[in-house]
């Protein structure tokens, strides 16, 4: 029997999302969306040298970590269901994401955050899982890619500074992970810890009136929803370092701080863990940090963004517009 898919009502076309319908032919994609895909494309045929060289010709493309799975990102599986529609925009140029981004770590500027993150080591990597799971242990995140079928997913990302992008991110849904390591029924909390390096991080050396590392969590049943994403990849290919290779959160109806980056450690609790935020300025960053338009940062209001492709002004969307899926977890 034919298999029919009904489509869920988030599942909308690629062309409605993407311009110039680049996402018709996926290889074209990849060809096109910068030095990066094509450094992701050369090194999947094997050809290093001339991946290499690309590299340096592509700026902030230029910082994507040689990893043992690049074969595995040109053929991710594209999930439409998670696309966001034309009302939000179309998919931002990597080199705008990869040139415009929060990484603390490597400097405050969020333009010249590429610029210091070649010291940054990203493979080999662990990714430690512990606290309330009957199987805690330490997973080689090559092995993890290989053993998670990765998707591809389109999503919006809504800073809390009022700017947002739309990114194909490449991925695993962190479910899958969380399930792979079997949650104890006291779990009600999942909390996220990043890399601490400072000979690496110029960042986490300098500033220290932060609380390094970086730390975040989520309460158990957003983890386990469908839309919470564990990304090793962007448009076509591994993460840039400065996107917080190797391993990522993307949480499309949060506010960006809540998707730590660069991950090692996940612990999941029966009480709520502290999150870097809101230690620091607990009148400006909640626990949830949901994106509500009716709720103002006490600096500035949150009811419009700025599309930092175009630097067009639209207004913000409950949830990021993702109210429809995550509405009822918040009833």
Known sequence: MTHIHIPKRWELGESRVTPESVYLNRREFV???????????????????????IAQE????????????????????????????????????EETVASHNNFYEFGTDKATAWRHVDRFVTRPWELEV???????GRFDLAELEREFALQERIY???????????????????RSLLEKAGPQSEARFVRFVSFLRPEQAFGQKTQTWYSWPYYEALRIDEAMHDLAFLVTGMYGHPLQKQNGAPIRLALPWKYGYKSAKSIVRIELTRERPPTFWNDL????????????????????????ETIVETGERVPTVPYNGYGEFVASLYA
Do not use: K
């Open 58 to 93: 592509g700026g902030p493309l230029s910082n994507i970590p040689d990893t043992p799975t690049a074969d595995l990102y040109p053929g991710a599986r594209h999930d439409p269901r998670f696309e966001p529609g034309s009302r939000h925009g179309s998919v931002t140029p």
């Open 31 to 53: 060809r096109r969306a910068g030095g990066g895909a094509i450094l992701a494309a050369a090194v999947a045929s094997g050809c290093r040298g001339e991946a290499r060289a």
């Open 281 to 304: 300025a607990p009148a400006e960053y909640g626990f949830l940090s949901n994106v509500n338009p009716a709720v103002p940062h006490p600096r500035w209001s949150q009811a419009t």
């Open 130 to 136: 512990a606290g309330l799971v009957d199987r805690p």
């Open 156 to 174: 919006r990302l809504r800073c809390v500074e009022a700017w947002s992008v739309v990114v194909p991110w490449i991925g695993f849904p962190l």
